[in-house]
């Protein structure tokens, strides 16, 4: 296994098993794994957070992600946007279909 993985941004998604509407591949592990990225798509939808699950940081590659933290105003990204998500944050992640994005994630 090389220590340089290439992230193909227009790898086929197959889909998720474990997450139904989600399509995503993960070239890449680190040393530790659980920090890992890939691309990732889903099919359009809204999902209310409690508390993000893992730090994250995204590139938007296509598509509309909005994100809307408890009591503040929504947040729009679009191709060639980047953004950070913080675990445990509140938040209201809404997407378009032919959202696609790489993401860089470091679960807890």
Known sequence: MSNIVRIDTNAELPADPDSP???CVTPFFGENEKFFAGI?????H???FAEYPMD???VVLAGKI???ETGKEPEVFTSGDVFG???GTPVNWTQEPGTRKIFVILES
């Open 21 to 23: 509407g989600e399509y």
């Open 66 to 68: 909005t994100l809307t």
């Open 85 to 87: 998500i913080r675990r």
């Open 46 to 48: 809204s999902q209310d």
């Open 56 to 58: 994250e940081v995204c």
């Open 40 to 44: 990732w798509s889903a099919d359009p």
